[in-house]
């Protein structure tokens, strides 16, 4: 739990503001409190990374970036991604913010009709629309406070960033207190695990840190790394964005047929590092109910429908969720591939009339499928998710998981390029 600690008063002010003596212990506690009833599940102060602090993150982006493991989605030079000021020059601090979308899960129809698997992030209404709006909201609340304190309100400079190409959002929070980062790479709170998506504001107010990072409590697990089918974590909390099957689900480009193969029935994202963390095992649930899909056609989606998905059902049932933002095709796409390593019989003629598809993406993933379908053994499904667990908090870290990965092991990749 985030603890108010207190922290010595903070000059100067704000550029061209009049509250140099504002209270910005006092402001900072309030702005958090306000988050919380506003919706948001956790909200902290980060200060900005000291020049040394700026320099070790550069070098160690660069770092993975030399050993190929930055993501497509992650663009621009490593220095682009440390430094605040390049947000907002004025910026002194950032007040960061966790929503989680944990809640229960829709029920698995019966298959077949054969069902896919999107990642739970993507279940309920898009996360970007809604953290902005309330973190835009906690912006103007920023402004009335300091003018109620005898500030500027005029003064106050605010950036929102929800998953922006600019700052890490994992950064921010870590350095507010909001969680630490398991060896899956994600942001783990101990109440609310790592179902969470996370925003920030930058702004040019001086707020203190109200709390120190937490300490990272994944002890000697390995579940995750264990899990992950493609060795995409390669060392505890390091990921190859270029095996991961998140990223192949959303790039535009064919996945390779190793990553095609252990796709399984996934067709948008990835959960199976975050399904088997104890720390999710008895999360609770977040309050904003918007983001928990409650639709087994969205969290387990007909994967012929899918396939062969029409303009309209992408925008009535996908547009306005994160599993839409590459569009229609790419959902078609590994709806197709989806079904290759499902063996489906009664989807071959499916992927036969795809074959011969307009779109060269589809036609190719359809070959693809094809020939998986008709070649091979079917893949071994990823392992299902897993329920809300009855482990106590306190043994979680230590007990076994009696999960899927038991029962059956999933592939792993042969080694690809790079
Ligand atoms: C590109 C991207 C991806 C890529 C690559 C992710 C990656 N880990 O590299 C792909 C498509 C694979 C992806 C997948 C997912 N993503 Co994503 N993704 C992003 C995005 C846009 C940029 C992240 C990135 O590339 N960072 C670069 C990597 C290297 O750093 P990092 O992961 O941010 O984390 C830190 C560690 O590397 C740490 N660190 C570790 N070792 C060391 C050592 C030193 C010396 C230093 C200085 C630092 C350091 O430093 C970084 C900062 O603290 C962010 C949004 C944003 N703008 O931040 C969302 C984001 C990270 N994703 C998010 C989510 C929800 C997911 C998925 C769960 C979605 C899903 N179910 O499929 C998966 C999780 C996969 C996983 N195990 O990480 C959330 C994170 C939620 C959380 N609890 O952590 C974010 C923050 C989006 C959001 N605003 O909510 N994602
Ligand atoms: S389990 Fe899935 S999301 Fe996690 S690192 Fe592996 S492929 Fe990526
Ligand atoms: S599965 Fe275990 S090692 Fe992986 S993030 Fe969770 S607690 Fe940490």
Excluded at 216 to 238: F, K, M, Q, W
């Amino acid at each position: 739990m985030i603890q108010a600690q207190t922290s010595e008063r903070m000059p100067p002010a704000p550029p061209g503001g009049q509250g140099h003596d504002l209270p910005w212990d006092e402001l900072a506690k309030t702005i958090c409190r306000q988050g919380i009833e506003q919706g948001l599940d956790l909200v902290g102060i980060a200060p900005l990374r000291t020049s040394s602090q700026q320099e070790a993150l550069r070098r160690h982006l660069e770092a993975l970036s030399a050993r190929g493991f930055l993501s497509q989605f992650l663009a621009g030079p490593a220095s682009q991604h440390v430094d605040a000021a390049r947000v907002l020059p004025s910026a002194r601090s950032l007040i960061t913010a966790a929503v989680s979308y944990y809640g229960p899960t829709p029920p698995l129809p019966p298959s077949p009709p054969w069902r896919g698997r999107v990642a739970r992030y993507a279940w309920g209404q898009d996360y970007h629309s809604l953290l902005r709006q309330q973190l835009r909201q906690l912006a103007a609340e920023l402004r009335s406070l300091v003018g109620a304190a005898g500030g500027d309100p005029q003064a106050v400079q605010t950036e929102v960033l929800v998953d922006s190409g600019m700052l890490l959002d994992r950064d921010a929070a870590v350095a507010a207190g909001l969680g630490w980062i398991g060896k899956n790479g994600c942001l783990i709170h101990p109440r609310y695990g790592s179902y969470l998506v996370l925003g920030q504001i930058v702004t040019n107010l001086p707020l203190p840190p109200l709390t120190s990072p937490l300490p990272n409590r994944c002890g000697s697990c390995h579940r995750c790394l264990d899990a992950c089918p493609t060795g995409a974590l390669v060392e505890p909390g390091i990921l190859n964005a270029n095996r991961c099957l998140s990223e192949w689900t959303q790039r535009k480009s064919l996945p390779p047929e190793a990553i095609r193969r252990a796709m399984g029935n996934m067709v948008f994202g990835c959960d199976i590092c975050q399904d088997v963390c104890p720390w999710n095992r008895k999360a609770r649930p977040g309050r904003n109910t918007q983001l928990q899909g409650t639709d087994p056609d969205v969290a387990f989606p007909r994967l012929d429908e899918l396939a062969a998905m029409t303009g309209r059902l992408f925008r009535q049932r996908w547009a306005g969720r994160a599993a839409g933002w590459r569009g229609k095709w790419v959902l078609a796409r590994n709806a197709l591939i989806a079904l290759g390593n499902m063996h489906a019989p009664d989807a071959l003629g499916l992927l036969q009339d795809a074959h011969h598809h307009p779109n060269p993406a589809l036609r190719e993933a359809a070959g693809c499928a094809l020939s998986t379908a008709t070649q091979d053994e079917p893949a071994t499904l990823p392992p299902p998710l897993v329920p809300a667990a009855k482990t106590p908090r306190s043994s979680a870290l230590a007990a076994e998981t009696p999960d899927a990965s038991k029962s059956g092991e999933p592939p792993r990749c042969p080694p690809l390029p790079g």
